[in-house]
Structure formats: C-alpha cells, structure tokens
C-alpha cells in the first residue's frame, strides 16, 4: 500500500500537537534561579536528549543539564557555555545557556522539520559500510556526497570483512579501488577478528570523528572492540528485510585511550539528499571538478548533450562509469522526491 501523503492541515496539527508536548515537558522542568546557578564555563555535550543533554566540563567531569528555550538547536560535539546548580534538582545538575558557533557540522533533512544537525565539530566522517548488508557503492556515494558539501573530510571503512572468502575479497577490493583512486582512504576491518583495528583506531588520534552508515553495518561492534569496557549495545541483521535493526538511540561522544573523540550517531538506513541542488550533488563528485566547466553548453545535464566533458572523461577512463552512473542515479531520485513533496504541499 502506497504511503499516504499529509496535507498541509494535518502536517499543521502535527506540529501543533509536538508543540504542545513539548511545553508539557518544559513546564515540568526545574525552574531554574540566578541565585541557584554557579559562574558560567565551558563545556562540551557528549550526549543529547530529547529535552536535556550531557555536558563534559574540563575535568572530564559529565553533568547532565537543562536547556535554556533560547536555544534552538543543540547536538553532540557542541561547544557550550553553561552553569553547574547549587545543587541536584531532579537528577538535573545545571542549566546550558550558550553555543559557541560552529567549526562544522552535518546536517540531515528532516520531512518536518527542514534542516536538521545532527553532530556539530567534526573533523573526519567515518563510511562505516560492511558485506552484510550487502555493499552498496550508490549509498557510499550519496555519504560522499554529504562530507563533500560539508568540507569534512572522509575515509571508507569496510566491516565484516571475516565473512569474505578470498575470491569475493579481491572482487571487494576491486570495488573499493573506485574511491582510493579518487584519493579517499579505505580501510577493510573486521571488528570480530580485530584485523585492521589498529589503523583505524589511529585515524581517531587528532580531533573528532564521527560514525555514519546504514543501520547493521556493525557500528556498534566496532565501538566494543575500541572500547570492551563499554558493552555497547549491538543488533543483527533482520533475516526478513535483509536491514540492519537500530541499536544506537542517542548520539554520544567517546574520548579514546590514544587522544581524540569518537561520536556514535543512530543508524540511518536512507540518509536524504533532497535538501541540495543539482550543482551542490554535482560537486559532491570530486573527480568531476577538473572537467566542471568545460562542456560545450552552460546547461549541459551530462547525459546525452553534445561534446559533454563528463561523459567524454568517462569515455576516456578519467571518470569511473560506476560513479557516474550513481551520480545520475541519485539526481534522478532527488528530482522525483522533490516532485513528491511539491505535490503533497499543494494537496
């Protein structure tokens, strides 16, 4: 059965509804007074709640705090400043008042809500992909996509890769030569066997980074093998649907033995592009720059339009038909959801 589509009526309601609840909740919130507040400090969130969040000050102590409704948006690996109660008041130790601005930060797009962050501060994005399910090339590109846009740096990782026997490893590897050849790095792990562990861990030793990836791709059992002691939570594949079951709830921050931070976001099986524009997808390539330009027609759509530079680079083996192929794949799913939306705003 097709999903319906909301009016803008009911996607009113819904808004109004959520609105509602929220007050509720804030309504139940301790009130907090000047005179119950210390000095201000710096902190940092390590993890977010629907209506509270995490802050680390700089001892390494965590204190969980409410959120002045001043704020208007809040996600891990925020810089804040923020002021620690007198005392506990309903498991609730401090208020944040302020967010520094933003190195950098990934945005997802949310039906609702438009623009949504979901981790702030990033210095490299971890591809976490895996044989089960099974890899995807088109879904690593529409990642790329995103850390192109974002100017964030980007490595692929390939998990499970115990369950390869030799002749589907080499086909793997062949796979994944696409993206060294462009210049991103690639990393074959297993999180079971621990085989390239210590490479990837050493990736984490500068700044932050960030775990992206379909829902099964073992996140979560990469995160136990860099730190036994947490026990994180882990899931299986469904054998059903052949998707990964969600595990991670709440994004969170992890500080690593060898120096710098690690962020765990839930799993996102269908990571939207719809929020960027044909131009913004187009340079999201980065082996098509070089040629970007260059075309016999300011409009040219790189498909069968004459003396196209990319389909003649492509031609010439300076562009793999691999990528190329997906690059259209995703501009034709992205004008087919921008048509949906269009229609359903006009129902």
């Not at 507040?37 to 000050?57: F, K, P």
């Not at 850390?147 to 115990?162: G, S, Y």
């Amino acid at each position: 059965m097709a999903k319906r589509k909301l009016t803008q009526n009911q996607k009113r309601r819904i808004q109004a509804n959520r609105s509602k609840t929220l007050h509720r909740h804030q309504k139940q919130d301790v009130e907090w007074q000047d005179e119950m507040l210390g000095e201000t400090q710096d902190g940092r969130i390590v993890t977010r709640y629907a209506s509270h969040a995490d802050v680390e000050n700089a001892h390494g102590e965590i204190f969980r705090c409410n959120l002045r409704r001043t704020l208007s948006s809040l996600v891990v690996g925020d810089y804040v400043i923020w002021r620690e109660g007198n005392e506990q008041l309903q498991g609730i130790s401090g208020v944040i008042e302020g967010v520094y601005p933003r190195k950098s930060e990934i945005l997802r797009p949310d039906y609702y809500d438009g623009l949504k962050p979901i981790a702030a501060n990033i210095d490299r994005i971890i591809i976490v992909s895996a044989v089960i399910p099974a890899l995807s090339l088109n879904i690593i590109d529409r990642y790329l996509v995103m850390c192109e846009n974002a100017k964030i740096p980007a490595t692929i990782v390939l998990n499970k890769v115990d369950l390869l026997d030799a002749k589907s490893r080499h086909e793997v590897e062949e796979q994944l030569k696409i993206y060294q050849d462009i210049g991103y790095e690639v990393l074959l792990v297993s999180a079971k066997t621990g085989e390239n562990m210590n490479a990837l861990t050493s990736l984490f030793a500068q700044g932050t980074s960030i775990f992206v990836g379909q829902s099964g791709v073992g996140k979560s059992s990469l995160i136990n093998q860099i730190f036994p002691d947490l026990n994180v939570l882990t899931g299986d594949v469904s054998e059903v649907s052949g998707l990964g079951q969600h595990t991670t709830t709440s994004s969170r921050l992890y500080h690593l033995p060898q120096g710098g931070e690690l962020i765990d976001s839930p799993g996102i099986r269908e990571f939207g592009l719809w929020h960027l524009t044909e131009t913004q997808i187009t340079d999201g390539y980065r082996e098509f720059h070089d040629f970007l330009g260059t075309c016999k027609f300011r409009d040219c759509k790189h498909l069968t339009d004459p003396q196209c530079a990319l389909r003649e680079a492509v031609e010439a083996g300076k562009i793999n038909p691999i990528r190329f192929e997906n690059y259209h794949r995703l501009l034709t799913s992205l004008s087919e959801t921008k048509s949906q939306r269009h229609f359903s705003s006009d129902i």
